[in-house]
Nanobody, 114 residues
Framework: QVQLVESGGGLVQAGGSLRLSCASS????????MGWLRQAPGKEREFVAG????????VYADSVKGRFIISRDNAKNTVYLQMNSLKPEDTAVYYC???????WGQGTQVTVSS
């Protein structure tokens, strides 16, 4: 069973930055697209960013466009989410996800203080 393990979450002040990482235990990581989603307290899980298997194309939610950057290193079986200019409304548990394979990470908490 493939495992996705996120790291890099934490507490940061508004305007700060964090970089999340998601490492896959699978050997076919480069064959599928990956995404980041988040879930804030009392809200539904929402899409944040996605990247195709080769890394050449990305897509973002309007709420994070221009502030977040998704990338991947297939040699390290890892996908990243660089989060800049963080806002209190970015506070959530962030999950990495492969929709095609149905893989989910356990989530990492990001808290942005005002």
């Amino acid at each position: 069973q493939v495992q996705l393990v996120e790291s890099g979450g934490g507490l940061v002040q508004a305007g700060g930055s964090l970089r999340l990482s998601c490492a896959s235990s699978g050997r076919t990581f480069s064959s599928y697209a990956m995404g980041w989603l988040r879930q804030a307290p009392g809200k539904e899980r929402e899409f944040v960013a996605g990247i195709i298997k080769g890394g050449g194309s990305t897509v973002y939610a309007d709420s994070v466009k221009g502030r977040f950057i998704i990338s991947r290193d297939n040699a390290k079986n890892t996908v990243y989410l660089q989060m800049n200019s963080l806002k209190p409304e970015d506070t959530a548990v962030y999950y990495c996800h492969s929709r095609s394979r149905g893989y989910w990470g356990q989530g990492t908490q990001v808290t942005v203080s005002s």
